[in-house]
């Protein structure tokens, strides 16, 4: 019996460089963006739920069960308030 030899080939992809410039645009750009972000403003449960009613409203000729529902939450989540 003699013993059986296997080779291989194995190809080596070597890791493209990262272009010259880019961590520098992208620290600028975390940076800038970051600053111009504004944070968000608390909204009330009424302005929450009119915005609730907003969406029901205009689904209610296309979905008026689900408008109904929408209906329903809005006054849910307004009266936690009580």
């Known amino acids: 019996?003699?013993?059986?030899?296997?080779?291989?080939?194995?190809?080596?992809?070597?890791?493209?460089?990262?272009?010259?410039?880019?961590?520098?645009?992208?620290?600028?750009?975390?940076?800038?963006?970051?600053?111009?972000?504004k944070p968000a403003q608390p909204i009330s449960r009424a302005a929450e739920a009119a915005q609730v009613r907003e969406l029901a409203y205009s689904l209610m000729h296309t979905d008026p069960s689900f408008a109904a529902d929408l209906f329903g939450a809005a006054a849910r989540h307004e009266s936690l308030d009580d």
Do not use: K, N
């Open 1 to 37: 019996m003699t013993a059986a030899t296997t080779t291989f080939d194995v190809l080596h992809v070597r890791t493209p460089a990262m272009p010259r410039g880019a961590w520098l645009a992208a620290e600028l750009y975390s940076r800038i963006s970051g600053a111009l972000r």
